[in-house]
């Protein structure tokens, strides 16, 4: 069964850069960043999400412009964090502002009419 691809836009970017660098293999090129080859296909085909210096280095292996990449990263990187959190995570986040927001109004009021 076919893993998911969770990360599409890392994938195709990396994609490009892998054809534009001649198409180095996986091992090639986790040899030269110091990461295993399993991270580094992972990474390629959009399973996995690597931490920023993982991506840095990769970028920098195949040659591609780390500010070209960083808002393809930065937006996977808010996707990732919702993921994770699941679904709801940003109406509960809200619904928890909201509430404190609310508490702050009434403890304020009530302050006042001291």
């Known amino acids: 069964m076919p893993r998911e691809v969770r990360y599409p836009a ?4 990396l994609t490009a850069l892998r054809q534009q ?5 996986t091992r090639v090129v986790a040899s030269s960043i110091g990461y295993s080859h399993a991270s580094v296909a992972d990474t390629w085909h ?4 690597p931490n ?5 280095a990769l970028i920098a292996a195949l ?9 393809i990263y930065t ?3 808010a996707h990732a964090h919702t993921y994770e ?3 709801n995570a940003t109406q509960a986040l809200a619904d928890a502002i909201n509430n ?3 508490a702050i109004r009434t403890h304020t009021r009530e302050a006042h009419h001291d």
């Open 85 to 87: 959190r699941g679904p």
């Open 100 to 102: 404190l927001a609310d």
């Open 46 to 49: 959009g399973h996995s999400l």
């Open 63 to 71: 040659k591609g412009d780390w500010t070209t990449f960083e808002p």
């Open 10 to 13: 890392i994938a195709e970017h």
């Open 21 to 25: 660098a001649g198409w180095p293999s």
């Open 75 to 77: 937006k996977a990187r």
């Open 52 to 56: 920023g210096r993982f991506a840095k």
